[in-house]
């Protein structure tokens, strides 16, 4: 049967976010679980849980939290030269709002001092997450260093490592640096270029701003009814456009699929005459725009449906995927600049890599910016990659696509290695050769793709248990590293946690060490303290050793 597509009429919701993701590098349909998922009854839902909120009532509650700021500032304790900047507001069922703050000292962005902001419906604070407990003051905002000279250091640091060809600096700007130890009056310089495998750069380098010194680094582009190759005959959203349809999705806040033609910047808006795109075929350009598109509404009625998100940025507008970037382009990114998911065409532009997991792994980069923002390095850049991964998993599940069933491999169907293995295992993630299985204390200088292994594991022990099993035709094994027999609590309840975690509790500077806390504290939140998920939890984090 040839594949079809046809236009879905139903109303759903996408997202927006602020640093940008990649799948690859160094470095979801639903079938049967293990452990079964629990319907999102009105009964079995948890006070705790975040409320589905319009974009008008999310954009009343960021506005009467904006009016608030100073009094909240004082509430909490800041100095008189902080200031709050709200970032996000997620409100739970029982009343509790949760409001994300950027921070600023003395008009200057406070890079590491976000925080969150947990009230009771009564208005009583009831905690705050903060990125630093460090107290945020430097003894001058005067700089020694000449912002030309710090912006050409950049050039070199990104030339030196070898991350950026072609480094182009913008223009440093001045930052209070409260990410790691004492606060400190730095630049913030963003430098372009490309990356070794095409894929943009947009590295920033964090210069103290008395002696020149690199305090830190980090890439901000993470690399996460048509007839698809990769998920058969399915439906995507269209628009009609004079005599014919354009690819955009009006259900799902317009979200648009272009044609980048081979190309790196642009982009045309994919159109066809009949609403039949693609043939299923990769040398039909509409194939992969299929695929992408369809990807980017499993995703979005996901968050929506589940975890009750109007689009990434919660704000109700669609997002942007672009396909056919480069040639032989074997990668796929997110990119919070332009809002935007890039698809490479992989090896001999044969295999996009468009399939329903990769396209969710790539705008959870989105949700997790707009959210938890954990920076893009060490142990919390791990914890970004995982996430991409956890909801990647989770959508892929949810889709129950009869062609790509859910599983707890990433990449599968996109052949990455040429031998027809996955990209990463969650089960048992040093199968690929690289990613950690377990937690060590060099955890923080592995790839960030590697060392998700850690937070993958849990998740896959959190919700299936330790030890050998099959789901959806695919065997599993997962070990764990005292020995010890890990109970799963079905997926549904897994992911809950983690995306409570995610939206509430975790920042930009999150280890290990505090994601385990941090779901701890969500899995009280959702099922109570002492519970049983509760301590399902704690006993899935010593299986990966996070103590």
């Known amino acids: 049967m040839t594949p079809h597509i046809s236009r879905k009429r139903s109303t759903l919701v996408i997202a927006t976010a602020v640093a940008a993701g990649a799948l690859l590098t160094a470095g979801l349909t639903t079938g049967a679980s293990a452990q079964p998922d629990v319907n999102d009854n009105a009964a079995e839902v948890s006070s705790a849980a975040p409320m589905r909120l319009s974009a008008s009532v999310r954009t009343g509650l960021i506005q009467d939290a904006e009016a608030k700021t100073a009094a909240t500032a004082a509430r909490i304790g800041l100095g008189a030269k902080e200031k709050l900047v709200v970032k996000d507001v997620v409100k739970d069922r029982d009343g509790t709002t949760h409001t994300r703050y950027e921070r600023t000292y003395a008009g200057l962005p406070v890079l590491g001092g976000d925080l969150v902001v947990h009230t009771a419906k009564s208005g009583a604070v009831k905690g705050v997450s903060k990125a630093t407990k460090a107290s945020v003051k430097v003894k001058s905002i005067s700089a020694k260093l000449a912002p030309k000279a710090v912006a050409k250091a950049a050039e070199s640091t990104a030339a030196k490592t070898g991350e950026t060809k072609k480094a182009d600096a913008n223009a440093p700007r001045k930052v209070v640096w409260a990410a790691e130890g004492k606060p400190t009056l730095a630049f913030e310089t963003v430098v372009t270029g490309t990356q070794k495998d095409g894929t943009p750069s947009e590295l920033h380098v964090i210069t103290d701003a008395a002696t020149g010194k690199k305090l830190f680094q980090y890439q901000a582009i993470e690399n996460g009814k048509g007839h698809s190759q990769y998920s058969g005959d399915v439906e995507v959203g269209s628009t009609k456009a004079g005599s014919g349809f354009e690819l955009t999705d009006g259900g799902r806040g317009d979200h648009k699929t272009l044609d980048l033609n081979h190309g790196s910047s642009g982009g045309k808006l994919y159109t066809d005459e009949d609403d039949t795109w693609g043939t299923g075929k990769p ?241 009280a939140d959702l099922y109570g303290a002492d519970s049983a998920e509760q301590k399902a939890v704690e006993a899935a984090w010593t299986g990966v050793n996070v103590k």
């Open 283 to 523: 040398a039909d350009t509409q194939t992969a725009a299929v695929d992408a598109a369809y990807g980017a509404g499993l995703t979005w009625d996901y968050y929506k449906d589940v975890h009750g998100r109007s689009g990434i940025k919660g704000d109700g507008k669609g997002a942007t995927s672009r396909v056919h970037y480069g040639n032989n382009y074997v990668n796929a990114f997110w990119q919070d600049s332009c809002f935007c998911m890039t698809y490479g065409d992989g090896d001999g532009n044969a295999k996009p890599l468009t399939s329903i997991d990769v396209a969710a792994h790539e705008m959870t980069h989105g949700v997790t910016s707009a959210t938890g923002n954990m920076e893009y390095s060490g142990e919390s850049g791990g914890l970004n990659e995982a996430t991409s991964d956890i909801f990647a998993a989770a959508v892929e599940f949810k889709a129950d696509n009869a062609q790509d069933k859910g599983d707890y491999l990433v990449g599968e169907k996109i052949d990455i290695n040429g031998d027809g293995t996955p990209l990463r295992y969650m089960d048992k993630p040093s199968q690929d050769g690289s990613s950690l299985d377990y937690w060590d204390e060099n955890a923080g200088n592995v790839d960030v793709h590697y060392s998700s292994g850690i937070a993958n594991h849990f998740f896959y022990l959190l919700s299936e248990g330790s030890g050998a099993k099959e789901i959806n035709g695919v065997k599993y094994d997962s070990p764990t590293k005292d020995g010890s027999k890990v109970e799963g609590i079905g997926r549904d309840k897994a992911e809950k946690i983690w995306f409570k975690a995610l939206s509430t509790y975790f920042t930009t500077t999150t280890d290990y060490a505090q994601a385990r806390k941090d779901t701890v504290k969500a899995a």
